[in-house]
Nanobody, 125 residues
Framework: VQLQASGGGFVQAGGSLRLSCAAS????????MGWFRQAPGKEREFVAS????????YYSESVKGRFTIARDNAKNTVYLQMNSLKPEDSAVYYC???????????????????WGQGTQVTVSS
């Protein structure tokens, strides 16, 4: 599975961005798609995930109510709509694909076997 993330940029606090992640290759094997982020000097952290077949979603507490993850299976694309952005949301955002079906470990980056290249999101105060 190959993943291509896009849509990052520079935005003022309170603004919005939409990230996209286009998948190609063995997309039929993907069970879940996830978004993670990593700020300088910090560990990669879970943001949101979606089970591809049924659309069940999970969010970190820090983004719940502000971010929405969605998928378009016909386009093999996953989106992350980010609203009410805060400076602490600034990070490199990565999309990832899980083909293992480990439903209880969706926050663990180790279960995601495929990663996109990352897209920078910068939120100014």
């Amino acid at each position: 599975v190959q993943l291509q993330a896009s849509g990052g940029g520079f935005v003022q606090a309170g603004g919005s961005l939409r990230l996209s992640c286009a998948a190609s290759g063995r997309t039929w094997s993907t069970y879940r798609m996830g978004w993670f982020r990593q700020a300088p000097g910090k560990e990669r952290e879970f943001v949101a995930s979606i089970i591809k077949s049924v659309g069940v979603t999970y969010y970190s507490e820090s983004v719940k109510g502000r971010f929405t993850i969605a998928r378009d299976n016909a386009k093999n694309t996953v989106y992350l709509q980010m609203n009410s952005l805060k400076p602490e949301d600034s990070a490199v955002y990565y999309c990832a694909a899980d083909t293992s079906g480990s439903s209880s470990l969706y926050r663990d980056p180790k279960i995601y076997g495929y990663w996109g290249q990352g897209t920078q999101v910068t939120v100014s105060s």
